[in-house]
């Protein structure tokens, strides 16, 4: 068995609407053999995991997966139960896989669902291995396996404090990304989001981070607020720090002035050779050393989150207790085999260690870390009492006092911090620490709130919900209006006439399209963007208001989605395209892939249906949102009986778009206003404007914008692009498939042309039969025919696309030698240009559109006599209305 690729889907998704890892297994023949064949390896496979006799599979009750292993099932329905068990065994809960053959003999898909991705890929890893020791005779170690994927999982997941904001978002209906696999979120979605990394948010400023950084000067700010610190000084050498030592009268501290998380930091030294040694550790992190008194009392940490006090905890240093048997090195290990303690901030608690501050520490006790301590002893491993060196914490919020609570929201004013901890050092803070000898030691510009999360005594306080409310008050969620379109044909027209429409109405619209990605208005990357890339680097933009989301078949398939819900989703049409494809066998396969996006629709929202498409009607039974008819025909029957029970609907009738719910009707906006509609000849587009009209209309947008919207929608580059060269004209256009063929056949052949000329290709991934009928589309629509290839063979041999779409164009009946092939689309065009005669309309279904303008442009530019005007989206010099041509 061998694990040819790994790939993530982490949004919604065709398998699931959770993360999914893809796992692709190749096995041999001999692999190929049920499990009921393999002699004693169910017994084996059931020892080394047997939480596998808990899980249903298909028959629904625990015990259901040995029933299939004793029947006999197969390694790829062995191997994915084994994956989501070890993420089990490690403490990642999962339970949803599937298997299925993937193409040809021997190669599997295997799809199981993750929390955090690293275990997962570990489990699968280990998985290869146990059961390729299985098959050999032997055994796995599994409990091995499983520390190994939850050290993975732990080494990559976020940190407790990054991990709570970003589960007090979720649950409030935030949108949570994570950036480049670091503790960076982005909660919501384009002008709404907010930017968190660990506790310090987008709303923190740089200088008072920086401010909180230099515990010198924010002592110093601090008192000059009237908030009480420590004296001290800084100095750069051990013999300064000496000096500052015996001025201040010991006891002191001393710690490095930009460090944090106690790194560090030596409390309570009481002779000059102490504060040497000390010295040389704070060095080591910053050449400026802070000396300062040392402030007898406990540790307290303070949490401020926009200006108002949320918790508080007493921080106990890390310490053991001696038993008499045990040194002090081997009671710290037995401390840190307690599961809450982890390697930094990856746990509630943090392992101790012991470094040359701990051996400092011990030696003040009189101890060493290889000494025995009496049973009962307490030895303090530090005296500083940051989770971070090992410490643990107790809740403290309802004792604070008053004064207390005051004080400490002052000082993080003072240093303009929105979240911040005020570490205090005070005998009890039930009591005033001004006049009672209590210090703010200590202001923190990120700080952790695992301590408050997750105390070893005390009740837990939710800080991370605290910053969420902050972030995002009023119950507010960080969404943007999101519609997503999806369809065989018109999903960019679409998606462009409503970001248009948005653009008018004041909005900025981000948009995903087929030729890039447009951030109010400005194309800011161009290609095919139709996948959840692309989508998320919409959502990420901080200038979008409303999300405009073209949502192609292809990454829905392969990558899911690139968001989690939408307020609109849109279903053009569904007919025969990419049959042939990464498991297309037929439409209903492209129905169930497209499905996808009317079951991700929010509560509250809206799915648009195709009411003249009777695949995109089926959806209707998987539609999450409220269903919303739209029709190009007056008296579509679907759509009356829609209306009759009270829903909504949109249609033409008479010349006018209207929108209609129950027995109501509103005039929208005349068909022969729309220019991309060319007066009403263009059917496609008098339904893409209809679906426009619709999403936008839904969403309360002014039927005003939604007409000027519309009437100035006459910039739709590559779809139905229409130019007058001297005495004939020409049409560029995107069509690929049989559908889009058709559809701009019905739409030239109302042009009036003497003769209509196509050069046509078709994309050499789709199955042979759909090419031939491209073909034949093209055979019974056009007088003459240049036959091109697409530069991107896509695994066919040169001339093959070419030929079964001249053998499709031979069955229409059109003759062969009205049919010429010229591979090149360049020269191809160029052949169809000299070739025209007056009166002709030349159709060009390109695959590189600028490439095609061109040629056109070159052509032009040689017989400059013979050129009166260009349409919308070709010159933007000399444009003519389209409806004159």
Same mark, same amino acid.
């Given at each position: 068995?061998?694990?040819?690729?790994?790939?993530?889907?982490?949004?919604?998704?065709?398998?699931?609407?959770?993360?999914?890892?893809? *796992?692709?297994?190749?096995?041999?023949?001999?692999?190929?053999?049920?499990?009921?064949?393999?002699?004693?390896?169910?017994?084996?496979?059931?020892?080394?995991?047997?939480?596998?006799?808990?899980?249903?599979?298909?028959?629904?009750?625990?015990?259901?997966?040995?029933?299939?292993?004793?029947?006999?099932?197969?390694?790829?329905?062995?191997?994915?139960? %084994?994956?989501?068990?070890?993420? %089990?065994?490690?403490?990642?809960?999962?339970?949803?896989?599937?298997?299925?053959?993937?193409?040809?003999?021997?190669?599997?898909?295997?799809?199981?669902?993750?929390?955090?991705?690293?275990?997962?890929?570990?489990?699968?890893?280990?998985?290869?291995?146990?059961?390729?020791?299985?098959?050999?005779?032997?055994?796995?170690?599994?409990?091995? &396996?499983?520390?190994?994927?939850?050290?993975?999982?732990?080494?990559?997941?976020?940190?407790?404090?990054?991990?709570?904001?970003?589960?007090?978002?979720?649950?409030?209906?935030?949108?949570?990304?994570?950036?480049?696999?670091?503790?960076?979120?982005?909660?919501?979605?384009?002008?709404?989001?907010?930017?968190?990394?660990?506790?310090?948010?987008?709303?923190?400023?740089?200088?008072? *981070?920086?401010?909180?950084?230099?515990?010198?000067?924010?002592?110093?700010?601090?008192?000059?607020?009237?908030?009480? @610190?420590?004296?001290?000084?800084?100095?750069?050498?051990?013999?300064?720090?000496?000096?500052?030592?015996?001025?201040?009268?010991?006891?002191?501290?001393?710690?490095? *002035?930009?460090?944090?998380?106690?790194?560090?930091?030596?409390?309570?030294?009481?002779?000059? &050779?102490?504060?040497?040694?000390?010295?040389?550790?704070?060095?080591?992190?910053?050449?400026?050393?802070?000396?300062?008194?040392?402030?007898?009392?406990?540790?307290?940490?303070? %949490?401020?989150?926009?200006?108002?006090?949320?918790?508080?905890?007493?921080?106990?240093?890390?310490? @053991?207790?001696?038993?008499?048997?045990?040194?002090?090195?081997?009671?710290?290990?037995?401390?840190?085999?307690?599961?809450?303690?982890?390697?930094?901030?990856?746990?509630?608690?943090?392992?101790?260690?012991?470094?040359?501050?701990?051996?400092?520490?011990?030696?003040?006790?009189?101890?060493?870390?290889?000494?025995?301590?009496?049973?009962?002893?307490?030895?303090?491993?530090?005296?500083?009492?940051?989770?971070?060196?090992?410490?643990?914490?107790?809740?403290?919020?309802?004792?604070?006092?008053?004064?207390?609570?005051?004080?400490?929201?002052?000082?993080?004013?003072?240093?303009?911090?929105?979240?911040?901890?005020?570490?205090?050092?005070?005998?009890?803070?039930?009591?005033?620490?001004?006049?009672?000898?209590?210090?703010?030691?200590?202001?923190?510009?990120?700080?952790?709130?695992?301590?408050?999360?997750?105390?070893?005594?005390?009740?837990?306080?939710? @800080?991370?919900?605290?910053?969420?409310?902050?972030?995002?008050?009023?119950?507010?969620?960080?969404?943007?209006?999101?519609?997503?379109?999806?369809?065989?044909?018109?999903?960019?027209?679409?998606?462009?006439?409503?970001?248009?429409?948005?653009?008018?109405?004041?909005?900025?619209?981000?948009?995903?399209?087929?030729?890039?990605?447009?951030?109010?208005?400005?194309?800011?990357?161009?290609?095919?963007?139709?996948?959840?890339?692309?989508?998320?680097?919409?959502?990420?933009?901080?200038?979008?208001?409303?999300?405009?989301?073209?949502?192609?078949?292809?990454?829905?398939?392969?990558?899911?989605?690139?968001?989690?819900?939408?307020?609109?989703?849109?279903?053009?049409?569904?007919?025969?395209?990419?049959?042939?494809?990464?498991?297309?066998?037929?439409?209903?396969?492209?129905?169930?892939?497209?499905?996808?996006?009317?079951?991700?629709?929010?509560?509250?929202?809206?799915?648009?249906?195709?009411?003249?498409?009777?695949?995109?009607?089926?959806?209707?039974?998987?539609?999450?949102?409220?269903?919303?008819?739209?029709?190009?025909?007056?008296?579509?029957?679907?759509?009356?009986?829609?209306?009759?029970?009270?829903?909504?609907?949109?249609?033409?009738?008479?010349?006018?778009?209207?929108?209609?719910?129950?027995?109501?009707?509103?005039?929208?906006?005349?068909?022969?206003?729309?220019?991309?509609?060319?007066?009403?000849?263009?059917?496609?587009?008098?339904?893409?404007?209809?679906?426009?009209? &619709?999403?936008?209309?839904?969403?309360?947008?002014?039927?005003?914008?939604?007409?000027?919207?519309?009437?100035?929608?006459?910039?739709?580059?590559?779809?139905?692009?229409?130019?007058?060269?001297?005495?004939?004209?020409?049409?560029?256009?995107?069509?690929?498939?049989?559908?889009?063929?058709?559809?701009?056949?019905?739409?030239?052949?109302?042009?009036?042309?003497?003769?209509?000329?196509? @050069?046509?290709?078709?994309?050499?991934?789709?199955?042979?039969?759909?090419?031939?009928?491209?073909?034949?589309?093209?055979?019974?629509?056009?007088?003459?025919?240049?036959?091109?290839?697409?530069?991107?063979?896509?695994?066919?041999?040169?001339?093959?696309?070419?030929?079964?779409?001249?053998?499709?164009?031979?069955?229409?009946?059109?003759?062969?030698?009205?049919?010429?092939?010229?591979?090149?689309?360049?020269?191809?065009?160029?052949?169809?240009?000299?070739?025209?005669?007056?009166?002709?309309?030349?159709?060009?279904?390109?695959?590189?559109?600028?490439?095609?303008?061109?040629?056109?442009?070159?052509?032009?530019? %040689?017989?400059?006599?013979?050129?009166?005007?260009?349409?919308?989206?070709?010159?933007?010099?000399?444009?003519?209305?389209?409806?004159?041509?």
């Amino acid at each position: 068995m061998r694990i040819l690729s790994m790939q993530a889907l982490p949004g919604a998704n065709i398998y699931s609407h959770r993360p999914v890892l893809r *796992v692709r297994l190749e096995l041999t023949d001999e692999e190929e053999v049920p499990t009921s064949e393999l002699g004693d390896f169910v017994p084996r496979l059931l020892a080394a995991l047997p939480g596998l006799a808990e899980h249903g599979c298909s028959r629904g009750v625990p015990g259901g997966f040995v029933e299939r292993l004793e029947e006999g099932t197969y390694l790829p329905h062995v191997f994915e139960h %084994c994956v989501l068990e070890l993420q %089990c065994r490690a403490g990642y809960e999962v339970n949803f896989g599937k298997a299925r053959q993937a193409g040809r003999a021997g190669l599997y898909e295997v799809v199981v669902a993750y929390r955090v991705l690293a275990a997962a890929t570990a489990a699968v890893e280990e998985t290869g291995r146990l059961l390729a020791a299985l098959l050999a005779g032997g055994h796995g170690d599994t409990a091995a &396996a499983a520390a190994r994927i939850r050290q993975a999982g732990e080494a990559s997941d976020l940190g407790p404090s990054t991990a709570a904001i970003a589960a007090a978002a979720a649950r409030r209906g935030v949108p949570v990304t994570r950036v480049a696999g670091e503790d960076l979120l982005i909660l919501g979605y384009g002008c709404r989001q907010q930017r968190v990394w660990a506790t310090v948010t987008g709303r923190t400023g740089a200088l008072a *981070v920086d401010l909180a950084g230099d515990k010198a000067l924010t002592k110093h700010v601090l008192a000059g607020g009237g908030v009480p @610190v420590p004296d001290g000084m800084v100095v750069e050498t051990a013999s300064a720090a000496v000096r500052e030592a015996e001025a201040l009268g010991c006891p002191v501290a001393v710690k490095p *002035v930009g460090s944090n998380q106690g790194k560090g930091v030596t409390l309570n030294i009481t002779d000059p &050779a102490a504060v040497e040694r000390a010295f040389a550790i704070a060095a080591a992190f910053d050449k400026r050393v802070l000396v300062e008194e040392f402030i007898p009392g406990r540790q307290y940490r303070l %949490c401020v989150v926009n200006g108002k006090m949320m918790a508080a905890a007493e921080r106990i240093p890390a310490y @053991v207790l001696g038993d008499g048997v045990h040194s002090v090195n081997e009671l710290v290990a037995l401390v840190n085999r307690d599961p809450l303690r982890g390697d930094g901030h990856e746990r509630p608690l943090t392992k101790i260690a012991i470094d040359p501050v701990a051996v400092m520490v011990l030696a003040r006790q009189g101890l060493t870390p290889q000494a025995v301590p009496a049973a009962g002893r307490v030895v303090y491993i530090r005296e500083n009492a940051n989770l971070s060196t090992g410490g643990t914490a107790v809740d403290v919020t309802d004792a604070v006092h008053p004064d207390n609570v005051l004080l400490a929201e002052r000082a993080a004013a003072l240093l303009g911090l929105d979240v911040a901890g005020v570490d205090v050092v005070a005998e009890d803070i039930g009591r005033p620490i001004r006049g009672n000898g209590g210090v703010v030691i200590e202001i923190n510009a990120a700080p952790g709130i695992r301590m408050h999360h997750y105390p070893t005594a005390g009740k837990a306080r939710d @800080v991370a919900a605290g910053i969420v409310d902050y972030l995002f008050p009023r119950g507010g969620n960080g969404r943007i209006p999101l519609i997503a379109i999806t369809g065989t044909n018109g999903k960019t027209t679409v998606s462009r006439m409503i970001g248009q429409i948005w653009q008018t109405a004041g909005y900025c619209a981000g948009m995903t399209t087929t030729d890039g990605i447009y951030i109010g208005g400005r194309r800011i990357m161009a290609g095919d963007t139709t996948g959840p890339a692309s989508a998320r680097m919409v959502l990420s933009d901080p200038a979008v208001e409303v999300a405009v989301l073209e949502t192609a078949r292809g990454g829905m398939q392969r990558s899911g989605l690139g968001f989690d819900t939408c307020d609109v989703s849109v279903v053009t049409n569904v007919s025969e395209d990419h049959l042939g494809q990464d498991g297309i066998e037929d439409i209903e396969d492209l129905v169930y892939i497209k499905s996808l996006l009317v079951e991700v629709v929010k509560p509250g929202g809206y799915t648009l249906l195709n009411a003249d498409d009777p695949y995109v009607t089926a959806l209707r039974s998987r539609a999450k949102g409220e269903v919303v008819y739209f029709s190009t025909e007056p008296d579509n029957l679907l759509v009356r009986r829609h209306l009759s029970v009270g829903g909504k609907a949109f249609f033409v009738k008479d010349g006018m778009i209207y929108a209609a719910s129950g027995s109501l009707g509103r005039a929208v906006v005349k068909v022969k206003d729309v220019p991309v509609t060319l007066g009403g000849i263009a059917l496609h587009n008098v339904q893409n404007a209809v679906i426009a009209a &619709a999403a936008c209309y839904c969403l309360k947008v002014p039927l005003g914008c939604i007409r000027r919207g519309l009437s100035s929608f006459d910039q739709n580059p590559g779809r139905l692009n229409l130019m007058k060269i001297g005495d004939f004209r020409v049409c560029v256009d995107y069509g690929h498939n049989p559908a889009g063929y058709q559809a701009l056949l019905n739409t030239v052949k109302r042009l009036g042309a003497a003769r209509l000329v196509g @050069v046509i290709a078709a994309p050499g991934d789709r199955r042979d039969d759909v090419i031939r009928n491209v073909g034949r589309v093209a055979g019974r629509g056009f007088d003459y025919l240049f036959i091109k290839e697409d530069r991107d063979l896509r695994g066919r041999a040169p001339g093959e696309t070419a030929e079964l779409l001249r053998r499709g164009a031979l069955d229409a009946g059109i003759a062969a030698d009205r049919i010429t092939t010229i591979l090149a689309e360049d020269e191809a065009v160029q052949a169809a240009l000299e070739a025209a005669l007056p009166g002709d309309l030349i159709v060009v279904f390109y695959e590189k559109y600028e490439a095609v303008l061109a040629v056109i442009a070159a052509f032009e530019k %040689c017989r400059p006599e013979r050129a009166t005007g260009y349409s919308a989206g070709y010159s933007p010099e000399a444009v003519v209305s389209a409806n004159s041509l």
